[in-house]
């Protein structure tokens, strides 16, 4: 079954700490998509990443950064100098497979509330 | 361009009367996805709509339903509401079929179930 694991419940940091999120997926699927999604206070799921199964390569987005690694089925994101308005619960989502082909309903992780503090 | 708009974003009912949510995708898009996010379940699939026709289905009772209509815009219903109903009900919508492209999610809708 495909599964999305995102073991820390809950991180604290202080602002301008460096701070890694922990993904890691399950699936049997050779063809699939990974995602990271941010979501405030508000409610409202903020798209961050996604990710083919394809494509290994590292990613960088100003202070953001994902590293995807099919071996250890891993894709990790990590906030660089982080700061208070990064303050939130992120979600790690795989999208899930089938035979026919990839069906594009998200299989969420419990996801993770980083708290940034000044 | 705007985003996905879902309405109404606050909502209280009680046991077995029924509700509807409103939800418009981003101008363009096709696919309309609904999840259902609680503090014990976390983010379920609930179903996804292209073209107005439903595509996937999750794991839920027939109490809930959905449709889509020609301009995209999507609806969901819940009947016979039950406590255990209560729960952020987001919407999200893609270009093409989710499974071909990137979902974008509204603020949701809360709904409180009593």
């Known amino acids: 079954a495909q599964k999305v694991t995102q073991a820390q419940t809950e991180i604290s940091v202080v602002e301008k700490e460096d701070v890694t999120l922990d993904c890691v997926y399950e699936t049997r699927d050779t063809t699939y998509y990974l995602f990271w999604y941010k979501q405030p206070p508000s409610g409202e799921l903020v798209f961050l990443i996604r990710r083919n199964s394809f494509d290994e390569q590292n990613e960088i987005s100003g202070r953001y950064s994902w590293n995807f690694q099919k071996s250890t089925s891993s894709f990790n994101f990590t906030i660089t100098a982080s700061q208070v308005v990064d303050s939130a619960v992120y979600f790690c989502?795989?999208?899930?497979?089938?035979?026919?082909?990839?069906?594009?309903?998200?299989?969420f992780g419990q996801g993770t509330t980083l708290q940034v503090k000044p | 361009k705007a985003g996905v708009t879902q309405t109404p974003r606050y909502l209280i009912k009680t046991r077995g009367q029924q509700v509807t949510l409103s939800c418009s995708p981003i101008s363009g898009h096709r696919s309309v996805s609904w999840y259902q996010q609680t503090p014990g379940q976390g983010l379920q699939f609930l179903f996804e709509y292209f073209s107005e026709t439903q595509r996937n289905k999750g794991n839920f009772p027939g109490r809930f339903s959905g449709r889509q209509f020609s301009n995209s815009r999507s609806e969901m219903n819940v009947s016979t509401l039950e406590l255990g109903d209560s729960a952020l009900y987001l919407c999200?919508?893609?270009?093409?079929?989710?499974?071909?492209?990137?979902?974008?999610f509204g603020p949701g809708t809360r709904l409180l179930v009593l």
């Open positions: 989502a795989l999208s899930e497979g089938s035979i026919s082909g990839n069906t594009g309903k998200l299989i």
């Open positions: 999200a919508s893609s270009s093409l079929l989710a499974a071909q492209e990137t979902q974008y």
